[in-house]
């Protein structure tokens, strides 16, 4: 069934890889958003290749690797693309750390002078993109495959059918209230500060100290410093206090990340829901497809989101099927 005409609302990362993948497929393709891609939340994103707030299942876990896979092979054959493998420590200080993401990036146990007093860790090397860069690339890459960009913001997506053959729901923390059916989005703010790097290769992150989250991210254009995890908060300003929290746990971690320029600060709010819902939704006056709900891990999951849209909007109709 390709060749349908097909508009995505949204153009975060998961609308442009999905937009792109849909593209690459045969349809005709239309993005509409609110925003564009660098004032998403995506463009606030680390944005590593690590599964983080998000689903865990069968399904979800298919996308990690097929993410994972999708991302190593830009890095090695899109340079300009700013996403880079880029090596690290994950710090544990549970007895009992979720290794589970080591069944598809390779990792060992991380040596004991690279950890503070008491944790443990594993050392790995993952895709980490420059979003200032990778976002622009990937919507330029739609648009050579013919995926034109509507910047407008969507109140009712029924109001397509006719205009559009099938949308696809990408719309990060809104999508719940834009289809109206879906109570169960939470946003979960992250705040972050991006410092002149001094020189950091390789990324840190120290996800298990109490509720605080701390990660040194070092991107091409910045070390981008995080970062929080508050459920439930919307505000979009980000808050002193808690950047000076940030810097000194950042410095306590890297002792030579003290006292460096800060270029920029931004927040985020992850579309955080208790399932990832890529799926039909049923009853619309068009056929829609749901992709959203992906919490702290967009960038992780966001070409196995993209394939599992294309492989639902290809399947024939459950009429003809059957
Ligand atoms: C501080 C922070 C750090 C993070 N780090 C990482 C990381 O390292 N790795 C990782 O994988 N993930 C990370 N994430 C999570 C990641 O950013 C999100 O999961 C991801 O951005 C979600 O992408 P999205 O495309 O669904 O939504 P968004 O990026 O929010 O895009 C939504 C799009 O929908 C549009 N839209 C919304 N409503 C409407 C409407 N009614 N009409 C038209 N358009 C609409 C918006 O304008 C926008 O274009 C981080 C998040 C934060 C906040």
């Known amino acids: 069934m390709s060749g349908q005409r097909i508009a995505v609302v949204g153009a975060g990362v998961i609308g442009l890889?999905?937009?792109h993948e849909l593209a690459a497929a045969g349809h005709d393709v239309t993005v509409l958003a609110e925003l564009d891609?660098?004032?998403t939340t995506s463009a606030v994103a680390g944005a590593i290749w690590?599964?983080?707030a998000a689903e865990r299942s069968a399904a979800v876990d298919a996308m990690l690797a097929s993410t994972l896979a999708r991302c190593t092979a830009i890095a090695g054959d899109h340079p300009e693309?700013?996403?880079?493998l880029r090596s690290?420590?994950?710090?544990e200080r549970s007895a009992e750390p979720d290794r589970s993401w080591t069944a598809w990036a390779h990792a060992t146990e991380a040596d004991a002078s690279a950890l503070p007093p008491g944790a443990t860790g594993m050392r790995t090397t993952v895709p980490l993109a420059t979003m200032s860069l990778y976002l622009p690339w990937l919507r330029d890459r739609c648009a050579a495959l013919g995926v034109r960009f509507e910047r407008r913001a969507i109140h009712d997506p029924d109001a397509l059918a006719g205009g559009f053959d099938a949308a696809v729901v990408a719309a990060g923390v809104r999508s719940g209230a834009l289809l109206g059916d879906d109570t169960t989005v939470v946003p979960i703010r992250g705040q972050v500060v991006r410092i002149e790097n001094p020189g950091v290769e390789e990324f840190v992150i120290d996800d298990d100290e109490g509720d605080a989250i701390t990660y040194l991210l070092p991107r091409r254009d910045c070390l981008v410093l995080g970062g929080t995890h508050e459920v439930g908060a919307t505000s979009l300003e980000p808050d002193p206090a808690i950047e000076a929290g940030i810097?000194?746990?950042?410095?306590?971690?890297?002792?030579v990340v003290a006292g460096r320029r800060i270029l920029s600060r931004a927040v985020g709010l992850r579309?955080?829901?208790p399932t990832l819902r890529v799926e039909p939704v049923p009853g619309r006056a068009l056929p829609i497809v749901a992709a959203y709900g992906h919490g702290g891990s967009g960038m992780t999951l966001s070409w196995g989101t993209a394939e599992r849209v294309a492989a639902l909007l290809d399947a024939p109709p459950a009429q003809e099927r059957s």
Do not use: H, K, N
Request: neutral net charge.
């Open 17 to 19: 890889s999905t937009a």
């Open 37 to 39: 891609p660098l004032d």
């Open 50 to 52: 690590f599964p983080y």
């Open 81 to 84: 693309a700013g996403v880079d």
């Open 88 to 91: 690290g420590v994950i710090i």
């Open 247 to 255: 810097l000194e746990r950042c410095a306590r971690l890297v002792p």
């Open 271 to 273: 579309p955080w829901r």
